[in-house]
């Protein structure tokens, strides 16, 4: 397709579809003359999987540079590809986080207690950690027995998501990325929609069910 | 206490504890004289819940001022406890969201699923058919089956929240509140220490429990 049909099946406006091209986040067409290229459909997801980061997940152009750069390292062995997917899942991990210390007490207390491996390398270890200390500094320390019925929670949710994950590398990659961040919200709101559900019940307002 | 004890105290600095007073996050302290007041714990706490909010989830003087006013209502009656905890909770929603529609077809299809209660007043509503057409855009759609385990998931950290959730009405506010925001990234960083551990015993990386 031309470059024009592109913006129309993929509703990114030229100008943005050009600047994605200038910053190598769009690979591009196959050239077809002094200035004409042809695209293709994995131009029209590439450009849904840039407007999801950047416009849904909030990521920077930097960051979706690292991403699609991981996405395209093709693994070679299932070490290599644990590798990549910590990297890549760790890009969405807030820039502004402090220096990566030797040891994160809370979140070490916290797997120990789950069964879970504690590695200090992974991002999300730092990033819980920081949550745990948030929790209690805002004087809602994240108990014991939150951690266990979290925890649980969390691995139903994470058993679900791996069984989903692409066999072929660099989906796989693409996927855990994209799904870590999208279905992070639509869990944040079934939450929140689980809790009016529940009081409403307990407060025995009318209407719910 | 005096203010200097205030400030070792809660730990947040002199020129900010000013100007939350001013601002009016922070209740003035007992006058003891022209240029002096006295402050107690519950202005210690204030702080902490002030700094959670603002640092911590990342929300703007103008929403924590408007949570704050909230807690301190004091609702007379469960229909009313149940419309100012959803007036607070959905403080936390990004203000960047547009208007309220009349209908989200998603959310609506999800929620009856679940066989949850279904109002499209809900800020959480909004959150949740935004979150699922951020996925769909990015191709990850929310599948039923999908939101059958996160449904089942997040009830039970919700049945937990609830638990704990305090008697007393400001409590409950302010519990309703922080703990949703706070916990929040627990829950993201617990679910991404899942998916590495699992990934580990899938790949049979070494060292992985």
Redesign the interface.
């Known amino acids: 397709m031309k470059i024009s049909e592109l913006v129309e099946t993929s509703g990114v406006p030229l100008p943005t579809v050009k600047y994605y091209l200038r910053e190598g986040l769009l690979p591009p067409g196959r050239s077809t003359g002094r200035t004409r290229a042809e695209y293709g459909d994995e131009h029209v ?1 590439r450009l ?2 840039i ?3 950047i416009e ?1 997940v909030g990521l920077s152009v930097q960051q979706v540079r690292t991403i699609l750069a991981l996405i395209e390292t093709a693994p070679r062995s ?2 290599e ?2 590798d990549v ?2 990297r890549a ?1 760790g890009t969405l991990t807030d820039a502004s986080q402090p220096a990566p210390a030797e040891d994160y007490p809370r ?1 070490r207390a ?2 120990e207690r789950l ?3 504690y ?1 200090p390398r ?1 991002a ?2 730092a ?2 950690e ?3 200390a ?2 209690e ?4 320390p ?1 108990t014991p ?2 951690i266990d ?14 069984e ?1 994950i692409p066999e072929e590398p660099a989906a796989a990659v693409e ?2 990325v ?3 961040a ?19 019940q ?4 009318t ?3």
């Open positions: 997801h849904a999987v407007r999801a980061l849904v299932p070490a590809l644990f997917l910590g899942v979140a916290a797997l069964g879970q491996l590695d992974y999300a270890v990033q819980l920081r949550a745990l948030a929790a500094a805002a004087g809602v994240a027995e939150r019925v979290y925890g649980a929670a969390m691995r139903q949710v994470a058993q679900f998501d791996l989903e996927y855990a994209v799904g870590t999208v279905h992070g919200p639509v869990l944040a709101a079934l939450r929140r929609l689980a809790h009016q559900d529940l009081a409403a307990r407060l025995g307002i209407g719910a069910e």
